[in-house]
């Protein structure tokens, strides 16, 4: 099966713009959580979707959102970007196995903000 | 809300030496637990988890880990480490029957040659 695939890997934004990060989970899953990476602080959970819906949110300003589509792919928009959403962005599908999640992360988007 | 701290934040051993890596977490439900790293330039892997049954744990690479429920902790061991081991190492904790999953801070590992 393949792995988790993120569009773009690298990304070279300016304040203020706005950026679309893509994630394509394995095949079946269909759970999609977002995490912020960043030295220091490790991963911070953005939100998670799964059929579509989001089930979880983290602590994070309204100018980061989501989606997921019907085949489960997702993506996650960042408006008005700030420097401080420079960051590796990782997605994460997850599987049900005998009724616990196990995460299989993708290789993320680097985003740098100028 | 849930929190996990990991003691470390920078561990620097040598080759053959013993590693602990230290976890707390805060919530006092059922929770699984999950240790995670981050191998240079590499996607983040699973190295061993739990979720119910023995607290003792054992993974991937020789690394084990346990759950002592009394003191909120999973600590991550290995009797003899590798240079190959220099990674990032973190802790996770999810909620029973929830998805979502909370990130420690991270362990860097470096393994003097």
């Known amino acids: 099966k393949a792995g988790v695939t993120q569009t773009p890997r690298y990304l070279i934004k300016t304040r203020g713009q706005q950026v679309t990060l893509s994630c394509s989970p394995i095949s079946g899953h269909r759970s999609v959580s977002w995490y912020q990476q960043t030295p220091g602080q490790g991963l911070q959970f953005l939100f998670e979707y799964f059929s579509e819906t989001q089930r979880n949110k983290g602590n994070f300003p309204g100018r980061f959102s989501g989606r997921q589509f019907s085949n489960s792919r997702s993506e996650m928009n960042v408006s008005t970007l700030e420097l401080g959403d420079s960051a590796l962005y990782l997605c994460?599908?997850?599987?049900?196995?005998?009724?616990?999640?196990?995460?299989?992360f993708g290789p993320g988007t680097r985003l740098t903000v100028t | 809300a849930q929190s996990v701290s990991q003691h470390n934040h920078h561990v620097i051993l040598s080759e053959a030496a013993s590693l602990e890596l230290g976890c707390n977490y805060s919530?006092?439900?059922?929770?699984?637990l999950f240790w995670y790293v981050q191998y240079p330039g590499q996607h983040l892997q699973l190295l061993l988890k739990y979720f119910s049954g023995d607290p003792l744990v054992k993974g991937i690479k020789g690394f084990e880990a346990e759950f002592i429920k009394s003191k909120f902790s999973f600590n991550l061991r290995k009797p003899s480490v590798q240079w190959s081991d220099t990674a990032e190492y973190f802790c996770?904790?999810?909620?029973?029957?929830?998805?979502?999953?909370?990130f420690g801070k991270g362990t860097r590992l470096h393994i003097l040659p």
């Open positions: 919530y006092g439900g059922t929770v699984n």
């Open positions: 996770a904790v999810s909620q029973n029957r929830d998805d979502k999953i909370i």
């Open positions: 994460a599908s997850s599987l049900k196995l005998a009724g616990h999640y196990e995460q299989y």
